[in-house]
């Protein structure tokens, strides 16, 4: 699995892990400040962004890429961020492969089994059909009936990409993300525990991390630490970027 990703700085390697449907840009801005201090990775996980589409889309498998994409760069010991999705494959290969991560960060996530949420967001994306449009701005007004928020819009059409022909297609392989929606929900941790120290991050108005989680996040993670952004949803790195920006130097400096 030859995964798409950029790089930033000089130092200790940190790795960012975006979240469903997002790609490694949702958090250039962050890894860049990061990079005053790191060598940062942004990577697209498989079946997102510029990286390889494939039948399957699970939290072992998306370890095992980012495995493979540590031992193809000779990165031996890496931070590692994740966010919803991308927190989910954080947990499951801190857990699976301990030796390999320094500290875990995990924004707005828990792992456990989540109920659909997202399935408003996937009929609408699979009722437009890229080949069908003229620009970005007909895409958005296709969509506007069906998903209200603009930011949200926003963050969901930049899948779209234009071909040397000149038309639309998804970056993202949207059939198997549908298909396989129920893994994503899954908990993505098995019974493995990570002993190194591990940051929570939540927002205040978000519902991803509820206080009951936090016993069984201890019992995966013991040495974890919780911290609330204030006013931030579940887009945290969006919403408040220099309060996330602001824990994570803090956490990775101590």
Request: hydrophobic share 40%; aromatic share 10%; net charge negative.
């Amino acid at each position: 699995m030859d995964l798409n990703f950029k790089e930033f700085g000089q130092g200790d390697p940190i790795i960012i892990l975006h979240g469903m449907f997002g790609t490694l840009d949702n958090w250039q801005t962050i890894g860049k400040q990061l990079a005053e201090h790191y060598t940062v990775f942004l990577i697209d996980q498989r079946n997102h962004g510029r990286s390889p589409h494939t039948d399957s889309i699970n939290y072992p498998a998306l370890a095992e890429d980012l495995g493979a994409f540590m031992e193809a760069h000779w990165i031996y010991k890496t931070h590692l961020i994740g966010h919803s999705m991308g927190g989910k494959t954080a947990m499951q290969f801190a857990t699976s492969y301990p030796d390999l991560v320094d500290k875990l960060v995990v924004v707005d996530i828990a792992p456990k089994q989540y109920e659909g949420g997202h399935r408003e967001i996937i009929d609408a994306l699979l009722a437009l059909n890229p080949d069908n449009i003229q620009s970005r701005q007909e895409a958005d007004t296709f969509m506007e009936s069906r998903i209200e928020d603009f930011g949200v819009r926003q963050f969901l059409l930049k899948n779209l990409t234009r071909t040397k022909a000149g038309n639309y297609r998804w970056k993202m392989n949207l059939d198997v993300i549908n298909q396989h929606y129920a893994d994503i929900l899954a908990p993505g941790i098995g019974p493995d525990v990570f002993e190194g120290q591990a940051l929570f991050l939540r927002g205040e108005k978000s519902n991803y991390i509820l206080d009951e989680d936090w016993p069984d996040i201890l019992s995966h993670f013991p040495n974890a630490q919780l911290q609330t952004v204030p006013k931030a949803g579940h887009w945290v790195h969006a919403e408040a970027p220099e309060v996330l920006l602001a824990a994570v130097t803090d956490f990775l400096q101590k």
